[in-house]
């Protein structure tokens, strides 16, 4: 059983690749096809198995599942890790995100509602206030809240005690998580992309649920442009099951894939055209650079933190970019995907002729 407090805050653009959800359809939709027990969850195999057993020690002892923080890329499931975490444990899960809890009267509300073994799944964790933090604390380790009542020399607090619950946190930036908040969490664990094949059964066993009829290889077509994200890979087989619905006989065909994704524009590699659009401001406007992140998010007319979180990690994951100290820098692949010639970057300046001969 789902309780929802707070939705999601939906990513600014509505990018087909995109990570984020696009809105409180789509997170319907893709509830309905969620896995919702570790058996039928794909990918991921070393995080399931760590999980599993995590779950199956702490129902052994009649305790709640020590708290869990989730960290990685969006769309890579972590809200459908906490659902299935609830439904392991046969509890209720209740969901928030981090800039919803805006102040500790917030978070007590919630935590007094919970009852023994809940699970509390707290998004975007990392953009928790420090006031809420600080209520967080001992709920976490004491079960119990300090409500101060009144001010100044009439100020008094009383202790609430809580039931033990679990909370999962997720987020996308974990530098921004505080020492002290991921110092409590007894289970600490990085999300990686998915493989092409995790992608490919996925998509295959809801192709099923939609009732689609597919061709294999045309799954294999979404599975590999799908960025190694499940939501990504959702949400083109849905583009691609109304373009076969229109332009062809309703039959996914390896054919009409072709042709969805090219009107889409996402090419070979899952790139989209804001993504080339970063790799050619890179190499068109600085040389291939290096150049910052600031640099090219004026250039781009887009939000810093939009390149930082939504777009550069799947490019410096497929070493289409890569970080250095003096900035951002366009590799060899990235010249070769774009259809335009490489040039090496020039060495600092001041190490020419460092070790050259006088």
């Known amino acids: 059983m789902l309780t929802t ?11 087909i690749v995109g990570p984020g959800a696009a809105g409180p359809e789509e997170e319907r939709l893709n509830y309905a096809l969620r896995p ?4 039928q969850y ?8 760590k999980l599993k057993i995590a779950v199956d020690a702490a129902r052994g002892r009649k305790e709640p599942v020590d708290h869990t923080l989730l960290h990685g890329p969006p769309g890579l499931g972590k809200t459908t890790l906490a659902h299935v975490v609830a439904n392991e444990v046969g509890s ?12 500790g009267a917030d978070l007590v509300g919630i935590l007094t509602k919970l009852s023994f073994g809940d699970v509390l799944f707290i998004d975007e964790i990392h953009r928790l206030s420090a006031i ?32 033990p619950f679990t909370l999962i946190g997720a987020t996308t930036r ?24 995790s992608l490919h059964e996925i998509l295959r066993a809801n192709a099923r649920q939609l009732k689609l009829e ?16 499940p939501r990504v890979a959702n949400r083109l087989l849905r583009r691609t099951r109304d373009f076969a619905a229109v332009e062809g006989n309703g039959k996914l065909t390896l054919p009409i894939t072709k042709a969805a994704l090219q009107l889409a524009e996402i090419d070979e590699k899952g790139l989209d055209e804001q993504d080339r659009t970063f790799l050619r401001t890179m190499i068109e406007v600085y040389s291939g650079g290096p150049v910052g992140i600031e640099a090219i998010a004026a250039t781009m007319g887009e939000e810093r933190d939009t390149l930082e979180d939504v777009i550069e990690p799947f490019l410096l994951q497929n070493a289409f970019a890569i970080r250095t100290r003096q900035g ?31």
């Open 5 to 15: 407090i707070a939705k999601t805050v939906a990513m600014p653009r509505d990018r």
């Open 36 to 39: 919702q027990r570790f058996d």
């Open 42 to 49: 794909v990918g991921q195999e070393t995080l399931i198995r």
């Open 92 to 103: 209720q899960l209740h969901v928030t995100n981090g800039p919803a809890l805006t102040k």
């Open 132 to 163: 809420v933090e600080e209520y967080l604390y001992p709920a976490m380790e004491d079960f119990k809240v300090d409500v101060t009542l009144d001010q100044g020399a009439h100020a008094r607090t009383v202790t609430i005690p809580v039931q």
């Open 174 to 197: 974990i530098g921004l998580l505080t020492g002290p908040m991921r110092g409590r969490f007894g289970i600490n664990e990085h999300i990686e992309f998915y493989t092409a094949e």
């Open 214 to 229: 597919s061709e294999d290889q045309a799954l294999w077509e979404l599975a590999r442009r799908s960025r190694g994200t």
């Open 328 to 358: 951002r820098r366009a590799t060899k692949l990235a010249y070769e995907h774009l259809g335009l010639k490489y040039r090496p970057p020039a060495p600092p300046a001041g190490d020419e002729g460092l070790f050259d001969p006088p």
